[in-house]
């Protein structure tokens, strides 16, 4: 049951790439709008979800807090806007590539002294994130890149605060709620909601309480079952998943530039987690 519930969890974090490039690229929805239904979305399906788990009422405040519901909507939001910019499958891997450098940074800064395969891990990974976006003809958007970055040490930090919670759906619900109320003064925004269509909807709608609501609580749920390494590893199958989906469904087109940084990228990250020393 745990590699079905993690497959489907991988699946789940994939999607949201697809969806928002699906969204975001054919001008259905303007990123603003996307950001604050997919937020308002996804905390009314986890509501919904604990309430219906734990028999409690719905208008009964979840646990969470503020600071993490901060560095959720700005990953939430700076995604958005590197859709616009990116195509599904490099934006998963330098959100992917972003999310885990700040954790493992954060990892060695609290250690003091990182172990010799940390660090071959992450001078393998750091060089192929320059040779994918360096200047050159199949570069990545630059701007896009940096909000792809900014979203995924976003995550990271929102990651970093919530380990060792006692309710991770709990409190996952909770900061998605307050990070739909940030949402609230982005709607007095001159440019919120132009040229909405009922697909931009659906697609965020589809991001939050499916992709995004649904993918935590699978993701949950597995969680106990994995070791914490192999809950680290088992992400370097999210780039892939989405390139894989790409390909398919957006008919994106794989330079053999991005295959190269990905393999590298990738095998960088997992070689720097696998050498991770308890505490």
Do not use: H, K
Request: hydrophobic letters at 60%; proline letters at 5%; a positive charge.
């Amino acid at each position: 049951m745990t590699i079905l519930l993690t497959v489907l969890a991988m699946i789940a974090f994939a999607a949201n790439s697809l969806l928002a490039r699906s969204a975001l690229d054919g001008g259905a929805i303007d990123a603003v709008a996307y950001t604050a239904i997919r937020l308002c979305s996804g905390a009314a399906a986890l509501l919904l979800l604990i309430s219906w788990q734990r028999g409690r009422s719905i208008f009964r405040a979840p646990p969470g807090n503020w600071p993490s519901a901060v560095a959720l909507f700005a990953y939430a939001l700076a995604f958005s806007l590197a859709y616009l910019r990116l195509g599904a499958a490099v934006g998963a891997l330098v959100l992917f590539a972003s999310v885990q450098g700040t954790m493992i940074f954060w990892g060695i800064i609290r250690r003091t002294r990182p172990t010799l395969r940390e660090l071959a891990g992450l001078v393998i990974a750091f060089a192929a994130f320059l040779y994918l976006v360096l200047p050159g003809l199949n570069a990545p958007d630059a701007i896009g890149s940096v909000l792809m970055v900014v979203s995924g040490i976003a995550w990271g930090i929102y990651s970093l605060r919530g380990r060792g919670s006692a309710s991770p759906l709990g409190d996952t619900a909770g900061n998605f709620l307050r990070a739909a109320l940030i949402c609230i003064p982005l709607a007095l925004l001159p440019t919120f909601g132009a040229g909405v269509t009922a697909r931009g909807v659906y697609l965020a709608a589809a991001s939050g309480v499916v992709a995004s609501g649904l993918g935590y609580a699978i993701w949950y749920r597995a969680l106990p079952g994995l070791t914490p390494t192999q809950a680290a590893v088992v992400q370097l199958t999210v780039p892939v998943i989405a390139a894989a989906g790409a390909t398919v469904f957006l008919s994106e087109v794989l330079s053999a530039r991005l295959v190269l940084a990905s393999i590298c990228i990738l095998s960088g990250v997992a070689l720097a987690i696998t050498s991770r020393r308890p505490g």
